[in-house]
């Protein structure tokens, strides 16, 4: 399945962007905020959902199974095998983040280590061994500034601004107990799965699970994730810098950069960069970003780029998308041989 702007007109713009901004918001509310019937509505967004164009999820922050590292991994692979190692990879939990761009190394992902485990397996004899993998380069997440759904919010006219600018929390695994962390795993794979099944299945009430999800929401160690591939949104770049900063200036640089709608992830890494990650809907607004924006900023001494090509994880979360465009393009491979 190859995704492309033709395929949604502008009601089903707005219900992904009203799924961005609560996935889990009644087809009622999700109504109210596009215009529309709720019968609309509700048979709009589930066909969106069943067709695989969005996805909704829980996800936590990397502590809540016991408290973790998070590692950027720059790989490269042998020519051709990019597309094979990244789905080897996209069956590892353990990445928050994977994708296939362009750039000085085919794939980029995030990892997430316990400290209890061994960084060293992770990487030399798990993901160094797979076949097509060349190099693997890596660097130490410091801090995230800023994680964002906000990036299409243009496209509901009255919507009042971004609701996610604050730094993220940082969750201590102490704040989950078995509990949570059972009702987690539901919603993982369908985040707008009943309170009351999910209740089902792990064995307490529909008010337990209620409370107990808000009370992970509120305190910033769950949150409700909506997937959708930018190009379904009219968007055409999707672009992750690298950025060198000056030491005393990267908390600085960070805020100011934060403050951008396009900017969907910023964090700083040990190497003294900072890893943002960049949407837009054209490379004008690229441009204008990057001589207006970035190139302004006191402390920034420069900035590598990688442009995603397909990105198959987020936020822990499967994309729906992936396997059909890979599918895709093997099917028209196969029909192009003599």
């Known amino acids: 399945m190859t995704i492309v702007p033709a395929q949604f007109d502008d009601l089903d713009r707005q219900i992904i962007v009203a799924l961005q901004r609560n996935g ?27 067709a695989g164009v969005v996805r909704v999820g829980v996800s936590s922050g990397i502590h809540s199974p016991g408290t973790a590292d998070m590692f950027v991994l720059r790989i490269g692979c042998r020519a051709g095998m990019q597309m094979q190692v990244a789905r080897e ?3 590892r939990t353990d990445l928050r983040f994977l994708s296939v761009v362009t750039g000085s190394c085919d794939l980029l992902a995030e990892l997430v280590c316990q400290r209890a485990q061994s960084l060293h397996v992770r990487m030399i004899d798990e993901i160094q061994t797979i076949d097509g993998v060349e190099d693997c380069a890596s660097d130490l997440v410091l801090h995230a500034y800023k994680v964002s759904q906000t990036w299409a919010r243009h496209l509901i006219a009255d919507d009042p601004g971004p609701s996610d600018v604050e730094e993220p929390h940082s969750c201590d695994p102490s704040h989950f107990d ?10 993982r794979e369908d985040g707008r799965a009943t309170l009351r099944s999910v209740g089902e299945v792990i064995g307490v009430n529909q008010t337990t699970v209620r409370r107990r999800l808000d009370a992970m929401r509120e305190r910033g160690c769950a949150w409700v ?45 040990l190497s003294c960069s900072l890893m943002c990650e ?23 001494l420069g900035w590598t780029t990688n442009v995603e090509l397909l990105t198959l994880r987020r936020g822990f979360l499967e994309t729906p998308w992936w396997r059909g465009v890979l599918e895709g393009d093997e099917l028209r491979r196969a029909r192009a041989l003599p």
Not at 178 to 187: A, G, P
Not at 230 to 241: K, N, T, V
Not at 282 to 288: G, I, L, M, P, Q
């Open 278 to 300: 960049l949407i837009l809907p054209s490379t004008a607004d690229v441009y204008d970003f990057v001589t207006h924006g970035l190139g302004t900023i006191d402390g920034v």
């Open 225 to 269: 994730l909506t997937l959708v591939a930018a190009s379904a949104l009219g968007f055409e770049s999707e672009i992750i810098f690298t950025i060198s900063v000056r030491p005393s200036r990267l908390e600085a640089v960070a805020d100011e950069l934060a403050t951008y709608v396009g900017v969907r992830y910023l964090a700083a890494t």
């Open 24 to 50: 889990r918001a009644s087809w009622t509310e999700i109504a109210e905020q596009t215009g529309t019937s709720l019968a609309t509505a509700t048979r709009r967004g589930q066909s969106l959902l069943h």
């Open 89 to 91: 990879l996209a069956k």
């Open 178 to 187: 078995e509990t949570d962390l059972r009702i987690l795993e539901q919603l």
